[in-house]
C-alpha cells in the first residue's frame, strides 16, 4: 500500500506550481469568455427565428465575432460582455 502522507507540491521536483496556476486562469478566462459568446450567438439566433430580422442577426453574429477575438487578446472578458448586451437590446427593440 501506498503511503498516505501529506503530499508537498512546493517541494516536490518537476512540479511547476506557478504554471499551474496560470494554466488554470487561461481556462477560466476562456471559459468565461466562450460561455458568454455562446450566449451572444443564441440571442442573435433568437433575433433571426423569432422577429425574422436576420441583418440584424447577422450585425449581431459580427459582433459577437469581434468581441471574442477582442476577449482573447485581452484576456478580459468584458467586451464580450457588451457585445452580450448590444445583443439583448437588439432583441429588445425588434421584439415590438
Known amino acids: 500500500m501506498a503511503d498516505h502522507g501529506e503530499v508537498q507540491y512546493a517541494t516536490a521536483t518537476g512540479n511547476d506550481y506557478p504554471e499551474h496556476?496560470?494554466?488554470y486562469e487561461?481556462?477560466?478566462k476562456a471559459a468565461s469568455v466562450g460561455?458568454?459568446?455562446v450566449l451572444t450567438i443564441v440571442v442573435a439566433l433568437a433575433i433571426?427565428?423569432?422577429?425574422?430580422?436576420?441583418?440584424f442577426a447577422s450585425l449581431v453574429l459580427?459582433?459577437?465575432l469581434v468581441a471574442g477575438l477582442?476577449?482573447?487578446a485581452r484576456g478580459s472578458s468584458t467586451p464580450s460582455i457588451v457585445g452580450l448586451v448590444v445583443g439583448l437590446l437588439v432583441l429588445a427593440m425588434t421584439a415590438y
Not at 48 to 55: A, D, V
Open 48 to 55: 433571426w427565428g423569432c422577429t425574422g430580422h436576420w441583418g
Open 21 to 23: 496556476e496560470a494554466t
Open 62 to 64: 459580427i459582433i459577437a
Open 70 to 72: 477582442i476577449s482573447f
Open 35 to 37: 460561455t458568454i459568446e
Open 26 to 28: 487561461t481556462f477560466v
